[in-house]
């Protein structure tokens, strides 16, 4: 019997927390994983673990786990060589391409792309081959608005201050609840400690949300606000920050604040009180709280930038750090200096340089927004969508209208998913192409480290040896470029492993010459609970992208935006206006088939203040049907004072009780789609970000 002990950061979610895997081989058996704890000797993370990284062996052992290509012929699903399934999407997609044009295959790329460094390498290595602007991804059903901010503001999408959470005196939290998130662009293991540090310290915690949840219930304030109404809020804090003169200087150089200022004339606290549901006294006094801090910062996520003004609500967060002299300063909001800095090595980026075929919805970096993905397969015409390739991705119950997605997917002429299950939107594939599980796989996060509150860099190894006959994610890709590329007669540039480029990237990058560190793979190599780099500093005058290199703090696209926001009425007051919400032990859609996370009460209710339901003559655990413009579903409803009167909160990812999903332990508790009731029409017009908060609906008795 052997014992070994592996250190390793979890790739789930973005905290990206240290884990010690111990693995245990028997003479002549498999090599099984024995525990995993939290890694007390990782300086970032200091031991952090939630219960999913348990997980990560149930993911390992799961029999629904794909381990093989596999092919649907009608509902039956065989095994194919992976040459032969190569062979297949390059001739499938070839043909589709000659006959329709390039435009004519659509990609989409999900969450988990960015947790898994070889899809990040390696993706486009085969993607960029396609020549298709079709191409979408999970960033238009969640932070599109930041980067679209950054991008017109700073001159870069990915330049996105964090919050300095560990040396602020004043955090205010909107449309966040890193408790149950553990937090998002905003990497930070540990979050709950470094919050309660901020009080320990004589600091503020605030939280702005619909519901109160879990962050909300250990701040030391927490105000409702109307789903969408944020944008209102943030305006009236804004002007009052101007109005009261509680603005401070900033060191950076900045165009447009007098213009800023001219155009939210209107837009008192007063103005903006009824938008937003909170009283005009509670803004201004929160704007005051704030200015007087001296440190603040203010911290936009998820349920902002997912709703029908997002890109307002995140331009506003950047300008209500920056007023107060808070932007690019300690304990304020500061830009990360990454071992691997994609800020550097890229360009800043493009928007509305072309528009989608259907509705005309911009492009963001190359990406249309994937509500209108539906659309561009079912429109017929010259461009209309015929192929999709999913990658990591489950749009069916990730994206507005779900419903709507399916008939869609229902009808392609060729459908490929890189992707681990049959799932809601894999089953409708043709071909399904498993990677190896990320336990197989070494690992440096190319992504989180970018926003991580401190700078950080770790590489780790594989734990579990690759099974004979298994491809990496990276491998899949080049299998597919190489077969795609000689049959539609395009050259093909050589590639390395993803392990090489990141070395590559170490070395060129700022820590490879410093005398201290010396980064590259090898000196990582000797640091497998990861290096430390030291605190976030000020940087963002030297990075800026813009350019002249000033802040932009009065993009034309953004001003021109304030039109519809002017345009803006409360809503009438019998309407319910539903919300999402998270728990620790899910994960967005594909982490329900584990009995460990699922295991308990059900935790996809739907929730509802308790006067709502008397006022409907419903009672608490009761079957009820919801209803939107676009669809209904069926749920349990459970009464909860932490809802705001006339909202309701039910979490995405479920729904897995679709005939042909091959997902054992989730379709045992399936719950419903709460993108069954989402709206593809619900956008936030200027990026085309999907409004997944503050969706209409209508709750009777089922
Ligand atoms: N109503 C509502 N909708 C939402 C949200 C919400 O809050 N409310 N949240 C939105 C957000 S923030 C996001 S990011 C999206 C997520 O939306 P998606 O990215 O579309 O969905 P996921 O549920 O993350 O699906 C991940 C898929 O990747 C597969 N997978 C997992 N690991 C790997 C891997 O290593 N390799 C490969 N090839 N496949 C893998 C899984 O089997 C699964 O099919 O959902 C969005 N949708
Ligand atoms: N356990 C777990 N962790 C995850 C994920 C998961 O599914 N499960 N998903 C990961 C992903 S992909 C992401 S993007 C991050 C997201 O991380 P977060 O941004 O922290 O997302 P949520 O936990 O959904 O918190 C959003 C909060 O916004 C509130 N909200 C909804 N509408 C509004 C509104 O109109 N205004 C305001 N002010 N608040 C609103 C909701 O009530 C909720 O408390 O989490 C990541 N981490
Ligand atoms: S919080 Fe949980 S899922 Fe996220 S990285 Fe840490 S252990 Fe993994
Ligand atoms: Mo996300």
Excluded at 16 to 34: K, N
Excluded at 190 to 216: F, N
Excluded at 419 to 426: A, F, Q, R, S, V
Excluded at 577 to 597: A, E, K, P, Q
Aim: glycine share 8%; aromatic share 6%.
């Amino acid at each position: 019997m052997t014992k070994t002990l592996h250190h390793r950061a979890c790739h789930l979610c973005e905290a990206i927390c240290g884990l010690t895997i111990e693995t245990t081989q028997a003479e002549g058996a498999a090599i099984r994983i024995t525990s995993i704890k939290g890694d007390k000797d990782d300086s970032f993370s200091r031991g952090h673990i939630c219960p999913k990284a348990v997980a990560l062996q149930d993911i390992q052992d799961d029999p629904d786990r794909l381990r093989q290509p596999m092919q649907r012929v009608g509902d039956q699903w065989r095994p194919i060589a992976w040459d032969a399934a190569f062979a297949l999407v390059a001739e499938r997609l070839a043909a589709i391409q000659q006959r329709h044009g390039n435009n004519a295959v659509a990609t989409y790329q999900g969450n988990p792309s960015v947790h898994n460094y070889g899809l990040m390498t390696h993706s486009n290595y085969f993607l960029g081959l396609l020549k298709t602007r079709n191409r979408f991804s999970a960033t238009s059903v969640d932070q599109l608005p930041h980067h679209l901010s950054s991008y017109l503001m700073y001159g870069h999408g990915l330049l996105l201050p964090i919050p300095d959470i560990d040396h602020t005196d004043f955090m205010l939290i909107l449309g966040g609840n890193p408790l149950a998130s553990n937090g998002s662009i905003m990497t930070v293991p540990d979050v709950e400690k470094r919050l309660k540090a901020i009080q320990a310290r004589g600091g503020k915690v605030v939280v702005v949300d619909p519901r109160r949840s879990e962050t909300a219930a250990i701040a030391d304030q927490h105000l409702f606000v109307r789903p969408g109404g944020d944008a209102a809020l943030l305006f009236g804090m804004l002007h009052t920050l101007f109005d009261e003169g509680l603005t401070r200087p900033s060191h950076l150089p900045v165009d447009g604040l007098d213009q800023v200022r001219e155009s939210i004339a209107g837009f008192s606290a007063e103005a903006m009180s009824p938008l937003c549901a909170v009283p005009a006294l509670q803004i201004r006094q929160l704007a005051r709280d704030f200015a007087a801090a001296d440190k603040a910062v203010c911290y936009g996520r998820m349920g902002v930038s997912t709703q029908a003004f997002g890109t307002l609500c995140h331009w506003l967060v950047q300008l209500i750090n920056l007023v107060t002299g808070n932007l690019d300063r300690v304990g304020g909001a500061l830009c990360t200096e990454p071992a691997v800095d994609l800020v550097a090595s890229t360009s800043g980026g493009h928007f509305n340089v072309w528009q989608s075929r259907v509705s005309g919805r911009p492009e963001y970096g190359g990406e249309f927004p994937v509500s209108a993905l539906a659309e561009e397969i079912l429109t017929e015409g010259e461009g209309q969508v015929r192929a999709l390739i999913t990658i990591a991705g489950n749009p069916v119950l990730s994206t507005p209208n779900g419903r709507q997605l399916e008939q869609a997917l229902d009808g392609l002429e060729f459908m490929l998913s890189i992707d681990l299950y049959i799932n809601e939107t894999t089953r409708y594939a043709d071909l399904i192409l498993p990677s190896t599980s990320a336990l197989e796989n070494d690992h440096y996060d190319t992504t989180f480290n970018m926003f991580a509150v401190r700078n950080v860099s770790r590489f780790n190894q594989a734990i579990l040896p690759k099974p004979e006959g298994a491809l990496h994610d990276w491998e899949i890709f080049v299998g597919l470029a190489q077969a795609f590329a000689a049959h539609s007669g395009q050259p093909l540039k050589p590639t390395v492993a993803p392990a090489q480029m990141i070395d590559r990237g170490l070395r060129g990058g700022r820590y490879g010459d410093d005398s201290t560190y010396q980064l590259s793979l090898a000196t990582l190599a000797h640091h497998p609970h990861g290096i430390d780099l030291g605190a976030l500093k000020p940087n963002l005058a030297q990075r800026l992208k813009t350019e002249n290199q000033r802040v932009q703090a009065a993009p034309a696209a953004i001003l021109a935006d304030l039109e519809r926001f002017a345009a803006l009425q409360a809503p009438s007051v019998d309407e319910l206006l539903m919300i999402g919400r998270r728990h620790v032990r899910s994960n967005n859609s594909w982490m329900h088939n584990y009995h460990r996370l699922v295991k308990g009460k059900p935790r996809h209710q739907l929730l509802m203040h308790p006067d709502d339901l008397a006022s409907r003559g419903l009672s608490d655990g009761q079957r009820v049907r919801v209803s939107s413009r676009v669809g209904m579903i069926e749920v349990e409803v459970l009464a909860s004072s932490e809802m705001m009167p006339g909202v309701v909160s039910l979490p995405h990812g479920w729904g897995h009780a679709r005939p042909g999903v091959h997902m054992s332990i989730a379709s045992e508790q399936p719950g419903s789609s709460a993108n069954d009731l989402t709206d593809e029409r619900q956008l936030d017009e200027l990026s085309g970000n999907a409004a997944l908060n503050g969706v209409p609906v209508k709750v009777q008795a089922a």
